[in-house]
């Protein structure tokens, strides 16, 4: 069974950083791209962030270009998002979430809150 | 304002049909797949549709896709009242991916 499981949410000011990690199993995690995807509240959904399996290709919404930074350690089969220079409208519940193939999200996380105020 | 574009609202009535538009444009739609998401009150996104018209295992043949030029609906038969969520479609766009701002299906 596919299992994604986020951490790192907090509550932080603007201007801060905060570093979101997912750790997967029940899947060969570096066969596979990854994404974060974030839902405001209230809101819809809104893909942020996407990683290829090897981790040599790494693809970024405008709105968070230059200030996030996703990697992956596929020997322990973890998603990494460095979040800097964090907005109040980044504040957002970020999914953690598996590919079938780009584009097509087969697998999602329960996600986890991140919340950016004063 | 998303890139895709949804209707914000539909109803039917248990039992009924109803469909869920997507409109995008050349650059997303009118060349790459599309996929369909449910999202049930207080859960995580599932994906419910993929490549235009295929159901993942689990999705039930009542759940149905389709895509014409730049358009794609998602058709739901035999409604039920479990079957009340949010609707998002998603696709593939140049260097990114994109979804519709969703549609809240309320059955009667």
Known sequence: EVQLLESGGDLVQPGGSLRLSCVASGFTFSSYAMNW???APGKGLEWV??????????F???FVKGRFSLSRDNSKSTLSLQMNSLRAEDTALY???KDLRFGVFDHWGQGILVTVSS | QSVLTQPPSVS???GQKVTISCSGSSSNIGSNY??????LPGAAPKLLIYDNDKRPPG???RFSGSRSGTSATLGITGLQIGDEAHYYCGTWDTLSAVFGGGTKLTVL
């Not at chain 2, 599309?34 to 999202?39: A, E, K």
């Open chain 1, 37 to 39: 995807v974030r839902q």
């Open chain 1, 49 to 58: 962030s996407g990683i290829s399996g090897s981790g040599g290709h790494t």
């Open chain 1, 60 to 62: 970024y919404a405008d």
């Open chain 1, 95 to 97: 999914y953690c979430v």
């Open chain 2, 12 to 14: 039917a009535a248990p």
């Open chain 2, 34 to 39: 599309v996929s369909w998401y449910r999202q």
């Open chain 2, 59 to 61: 999705t039930p043949d």
